[in-house]
């Protein structure tokens, strides 16, 4: 690979070949990221969720067991 590269210009390494690799694949590392975002999105909610329905029940437990003590 190295024997490719060798006497071209610093700019066709650093700059022309990362410009053309994202041209040809930018929609795939875009639906990449987007699945990714979708996915932790997704995690957070299900996170929210179940820390919302420990609260509530230990909530209501809380309240129940104090009210059967009257």
């Not at 053309?20 to 997704?42: C, H, M, P, R, Y």
């Not at 909610?45 to 104090?66: C, D, P």
């Amino acid at each position: 690979m190295r024997e490719i590269f060798t006497g071209l210009p610093w700019w066709v390494k650093w700059v022309a070949v990362p410009v053309i690799a994202l041209v040809v694949f930018g929609s795939l590392i875009l639906s990449v990221l987007q699945v990714v975002v979708a996915l932790l999105f997704k995690v957070l909610v299900f996170v929210a969720l179940v820390g919302g329905l420990i609260y509530v029940v230990r909530k209501f437990m809380a309240g129940s067991s104090s009210r059967s003590d009257w």
